[in-house]
């Protein structure tokens, strides 16, 4: 480079500074990397009159470590820069996708999904270029909530990855076939088929392991945690989100490093174990301040809601579930907006505000029905308060109805939280339906804990779940 520079050979110059870049971003040294490559963009736009056809390539790829590494203005800027080039629809597309992912990132789901618009209308169907497209397409609108769509995308992009199977060669054959199975994941996942979850991320976890496509192994590492979460496998669910980490940090991605620090925060408030959340929490909310991570500011706000709803501080969790609901509304995540009203409902409940919780409920009946999960919450939220005003009769009659519904469809988890519901609040009033939860209760019990491993953490757990739902043993 020193004499490229030296004896004014500025193509060459940049050239060498390009290839640095390049090197250096696959070896995730973000830092050096921006250096290089704005060093290429500068002997570029000081020196050299005809430009480069790959100078376009240089503004994209520095993009990209922008966005790695949180800093999103940067991000957008060198994007709209890469545009200004006139290079072919197929690379006009991926700079469309780059610019929709920043705009995820900042929230701006509409503005992601008019992007992605942009990319496909000028992409031919049947293209390996297309199935990149679906793909960011289908985890926003998973991300939004919109189940539906999401399914009607991934039949579609089944049918162009099949139509062109013969002519993708193995590496990107298997990278298809991975991101198909993380997204069956996600599905079924909202569905609460967490079987069907586990096995569909597990086998986009060995495939992207074969492959070594560690970006999207982390993502799945963060997916799967939450089905562990939900089969009772505590370890396994702290142990896949310090995986996720772990490989965020050799990218230098903070958006997912905080994303993991929150996701574990989350599983101690699961566990009662209060004070390490708070420190995981606060990792999270350190990184999103540096990041301007607005949709972590609402998650942020959700756990910490939670922490002070356990602590018994009603006005504090309330305060942060309402922050937390404004963040989600305004940038569109209607899903988990919702998700936050309901806890508002729960504070509500706690405090005897019982006319507010009904008023919840009418709010936001019409949007839920598009959610299952929300539904059970909305009728546990109904049940909660039948209880708490000493409807009891009502209330036991009510979760047994759930347990119906529940017992067709083996979500082991839920079961055993209602069974607990039903046993406490029996007691002393419907003798015979107290006795038949409680045996209930013992055999589902030695059922999940037949089914886990014999691991200090979920033993723990799962005595502690024990105590509270059978203290009455």
């Given amino acids: 480079s020193y004499h490229y520079e030296n004896g004014k050979k500025w193509d060459k110059a940049a050239n060498y500074y390009y290839i640095k870049g390049k090197w250096e971003i696959n070896n995730y040294s973000n830092e050096s990397a921006i250096k ?13 009159i005809n430009k480069p056809d790959y100078n376009w390539k240089i503004y994209n790829d520095l993009g990209e470590v922008y966005t790695r590494i949180g800093e999103n203005n940067k991000a957008i800027r060198s994007f709209k820069k890469a545009l200004e080039y006139n290079i072919s629809n197929i690379d006009k597309s991926k700079i469309y996708l780059n610019y929709a992912d920043v705009l995820f990132n900042t929230s701006e789901y509409d503005e992601a999904l008019n992007f992605i618009s942009k990319a496909k209308s000028i992409i031919p169907l049947k293209s390996i270029e297309m199935l990149d ?23 579609k992009r089944y049918e162009i990855t099949y139509s062109l199977s013969d002519s993708i060669n193995y590496i990107k054959k298997r990278e298809m076939e991975g991101s198909n199975y993380a997204i069956m994941g996600n599905i079924a996942e909202h569905k609460r088929k967490y079987r069907e979850a586990l096995e569909n991320f597990e086998k ?27 089969l009772g496998w505590i370890s396994k669910t702290i142990d896949s989100y310090e995986k996720s980490i772990k490989i ?51 998650y942020t706000n959700m756990g910490m809601g939670d922490i002070c709803l356990i602590e018994k501080k009603y ?48 709010e936001t009946s019409n949007d839920i029905k598009k959610y299952s999960d929300l539904q059970f919450e909305i009728k546990n939220l109904n049940i909660e308060m039948l209880s708490d005003k000493g409807e009891y009769k009502q209330a036991i009659k009510q979760y047994i109805d759930q347990c119906n519904i529940l017992e067709k469809e083996q979500f082991l988890d839920e079961l055993l939280f209602l069974y607990s519901k039903i046993t406490i609040l029996s007691k ?44 009455n043993e």
């Fill in 36 to 48: 290089s490559l704005k060093q290429a963009t500068k002997i570029i736009d000081d020196n050299i």
């Fill in 133 to 155: 497209i679906l793909y960011s397409e289908i985890y926003l609108y998973q991300f939004k909530g919109d189940i539906d769509a999401a399914l009607d995308l991934l039949n």
């Fill in 204 to 230: 986009a976890i060995e495939i992207f392991k074969e492959i070594n496509d560690i970006a999207s192994l982390s993502v799945v590492y963060n997916n799967v945690s939450q089905i562990y979460l939900s």
């Fill in 248 to 298: 965020d940090l050799l990218r230098g991605n903070k958006l997912g490093e905080a994303t993991g620090y929150f996701n574990i925060g989350d599983t101690y408030i699961f566990l009662n174990a209060l004070s390490k959340a708070k420190r995981y929490i606060k990792k999270c909310v350190d990184l999103n301040a540096l990041i301007n991570n607005i949709s972590g500011d609402a």
């Fill in 315 to 362: 006005d504090k969790a309330l305060e942060y579930y309402i922050k937390s609901a404004n963040i989600f509304s305004k940038i569109g995540a209607n899903y988990l907006y919702l998700f936050t009203r309901i806890s508002q409902a729960k504070v509500h409940i706690k405090t005897g505000n019982y006319r507010k919780v009904e008023n919840i409920i009418k």
């Fill in 428 to 471: 002393n009033r419907i003798n015979e339906i107290y006795t038949a939860y409680l045996n209930k209760g013992k055999i589902l019990l030695e059922r999940i804990l037949a089914g886990i491993d014999n691991d200090k953490l979920e033993k723990q757990f799962m005595k502690r779940e024990e105590l509270r739902c059978f203290l």
